[in-house]
């Protein structure tokens, strides 16, 4: 039988000590006024094109249309033009593919449909969880999200209103920023792209 090795009592010490900092910032980025600082400072535009390596599947894209999203397995159907976010997923691995927007590059594999309705998707998002959450605003979850709504951000502005235009830069400059606000080691690559 292996044994686990001892943890020594300056590990411990740490552990403690670091559990209250970590709930304090967990509050504190929940405030009125952690919202404001990542709201300081209006986009003007996208400052580069960034386009995404990953293959694209045009059948999920054209299930996403007809309101069936499969992730992990699992399937939420909502209809045609329906809204994803505002009912349960069938899993956390099911709802962290939702909302790291996986599913944003098949979608748009399918031309001017799939962009119109990437957009729509993301701005039905945006209605839902704009202010920060731990689940959709989790680190893990905000990074695959920033990188998916960057390469994604050319396409859908190409059908985007103004005003939807200004809104869709201002919520991918607040996420952009609540990464980085993140700091420590863990993928800081990540967001430093």
Not at 86 to 113: C, K, M, Q, T, Y
Not at 171 to 189: E, I, N
């Amino acid at each position: 039988m292996e044994r686990t090795p001892p943890v020594s009592a300056a590990t411990r010490l740490r552990a403690v000590a670091t559990a209250p900092f970590r709930r304090m910032r967990a509050e504190w980025f929940g405030t009125p006024f952690h919202g404001l600082a990542l709201a300081a400072g209006r986009p003007r535009g996208a400052g580069a094109k960034v386009r995404s390596l990953r293959p694209a599947d045009a059948e999920a894209g054209r299930r996403i249309l007809d309101g069936s999203y499969v992730f992990w397995g699992e399937t939420l159907d909502v209809g045609p033009g329906g809204d994803p976010w505002n009912r349960p997923s069938p899993s956390r691995r099911f709802a962290e593919a939702l909302h790291r927007s996986e599913w944003i590059g098949d979608v748009l594999a399918l031309g001017p449909p799939g962009e119109t309705e990437a957009l729509r998707l993301t701005l039905a998002w945006r209605r839902q969880f704009r202010r920060w959450t731990p689940f959709s605003w989790d680190e893990r979850v905000l990074t695959r999200r920033v990188v998916s709504l960057a390469t994604a951000l050319g396409p859908m502005l190409g059908v985007a209103s103004d005003a939807e235009a200004a809104a869709l830069l201002t919520d991918l400059s607040r996420q952009a920023r609540q990464l980085m606000a993140l700091g420590g080691r863990a993928h800081a690559a990540e967001r430093a792209a």
